[in-house]
């Protein structure tokens, strides 16, 4: 990535927290105007982290924990300290994804201590306290906003550069939790080439805005299947709309992801660090680790 990319990125980052901090000035919608006041989530003692990057989605069944897990796994291949917070409770599946099936998390001097993967990274997901993790989660709200808080707050995370925060699809009550309760410096959207990309994309854009958060750009999954006997793409579901609809809300495209049933079945053998192609989505990838740069560079002339 040359210099002039770069200075895109942050352009491009800054723009978007102007539009956020324009949006939440305005009139908001009502589920938001009732809402209470944000009140950020302590850390517990001994706790430091540099860098809060959600991943987020319109809907559900897009590949947003594929997405996180990818981002953790390329980021921790750089150096990084990573961290994972699953805050989609009611279906958890980054565990799986990095071999921690049937692992259960444990307490320590009061507080929950994450597994680590084979990889190094740190994850706390609602699977790693059920006592089997095909128990379905039936907690309502305030119990499920109460758990991300704990995940957060009262958990041994130790020292991080990133905690990636895998956030359950949709606008509901679970992001307006984390987006108030967490120091969350963007978000990266998940979408896949359907008829109603735009529109669940644009939900989820809105939401950041309205929450202050910057968007940090769009990354689209299921875009195509590679023929594996001449290599060509095929579109099952249609043509690409990454680059129109990035454009539709002045988006960064943070790159493709094909169906790749080698990768699936990974994840499900809990196999997904190991097998991951190096340099998967390095757009993506660039520009979270551009943005952190730069939130530390303004952290530093405001001292």
């Not at 895109?8 to 980052?13: D, L, S, V, Y």
């Not at 259960?104 to 929950?112: I, K, S």
Request: glycine share 10%; with cysteine; net charge negative.
């Amino acid at each position: 990535m040359d210099d002039a990319e770069k200075q895109r990125i942050r352009e491009e980052f800054e723009a978007s927290r102007k539009q956020g901090a324009e949006a939440k000035q305005q009139e908001a919608t009502a589920a938001a105007a009732n809402a209470p006041a944000p009140s950020q989530e302590p850390l517990a003692d001994g706790v430091t982290i540099k860098h809060v990057v959600g991943v987020v989605s319109g809907k559900g069944g897009v590949g947003k924990s594929l997405v996180t897990g990818i981002l953790a796994t390329e980021l921790t291949r750089r150096g990084a300290k990573v961290g994972i917070l699953d805050a989609d409770v009611t279906g958890p599946s980054i565990p799986k994804m990095f071999g921690l099936s049937g692992a259960h998390a444990y307490a320590q001097d009061n507080l929950l201590v994450p597994l680590e993967s084979a990889g190094g990274v740190k994850i706390m997901s609602a699977n790693l306290v059920l006592e089997n993790e095909t128990d379905p989660v039936l907690w309502r709200g305030p119990v499920v906003a109460g758990a991300i808080k704990q995940f957060w707050g009262q958990t041994a995370w130790g020292e991080l550069d990133f905690l990636l925060v895998d956030m359950p699809p949709g606008t509901s009550d679970v992001a307006l939790t984390v987006f108030q309760s967490l120091p969350v410096e963007g978000v990266v959207i998940v979408s896949s080439p359907q008829d109603l990309v735009q529109m669940v994309v644009g939900k989820a854009v809105s939401m950041a805005n309205m929450m202050d958060v910057p968007v940090l750009g769009l990354v689209e999954n299921m875009a195509y299947v590679e023929c594996p006997d001449c290599g060509k793409k095929i579109y099952p579901y249609g043509p690409s709309r990454l680059e129109e609809t990035a454009a539709a809300f002045d988006l960064i495209e943070l790159g493709q992801l094909g169906i790749d049933p080698a990768l699936a079945a990974a994840c499900d053998a809990g196999n997904l660090e190991a097998a991951l192609p190096e340099g998967t989505l390095p757009q993506m990838v660039e520009t979270v680790v551009q943005v952190a740069e730069f939130t530390e560079f303004l952290a530093n002339e405001g001292e």
